[in-house]
């Protein structure tokens, strides 16, 4: 014997479904309220720790004294057309630069990448920066 059951008498498993829907969407709604509460630090917390742990008062003279210290110690080297230039463009060696000291080499924009690759594997410097010449320094060259 099978008994047979009308949509209108099959209400209890819809109104589960229901219930199992809306205490799904709850509990989403609370796991995102909770993530955004534990990322996001208060503000006048923060605020304060920096202004007690972080504050270093920074002087003009201090600025000027590492600038002139960075300065100093880098090295410069130009290369143009072949050949190697210190700053007062006298011709050195490739190798004729201090390794424990940053290298900055100065190129030619037209330098084709190929040339600029296998220049640094000629200098092997750990610490080399490699910018262009600016219109200045071409013409500089070009007048040796």
């Known amino acids: 014997m099978v008994i047979k059951l009308k949509e209108q008498e099959n209400s209890t498993t819809q109104a589960l479904t229901e219930v199992a829907l809306a205490l799904s969407m709850a509990f989403f709604a609370l796991l995102i309220l909770a993530l955004l509460s534990i990322g996001v ?21 201090q600025i000027e004294k590492n ?28 190798h004729k630069y201090k390794h424990e000291q940053p290298l900055l ?6 330098l084709p990448i190929s040339e600029v690759i296998s220049l640094k594997s000629q200098i092997k410097h750990s610490n080399l920066s490699i910018t262009t010449l600016n219109d200045q320094w071409l013409t500089r060259l070009e007048d040796l």
């Open 41 to 61: 630090p208060p503000k006048q917390k923060s605020e304060s720790i920096l202004n007690k742990k972080n504050s270093v008062k920074v002087t003009d003279s």
């Open 67 to 94: 600038k002139s210290n960075q300065t100093e110690d880098m090295q410069y080297v130009i290369y143009f057309q072949g050949s190697f230039y210190d700053q007062m463009l006298n011709k050195i060696s490739s």
């Open 105 to 110: 080499l100065a190129i030619e924009r037209s």
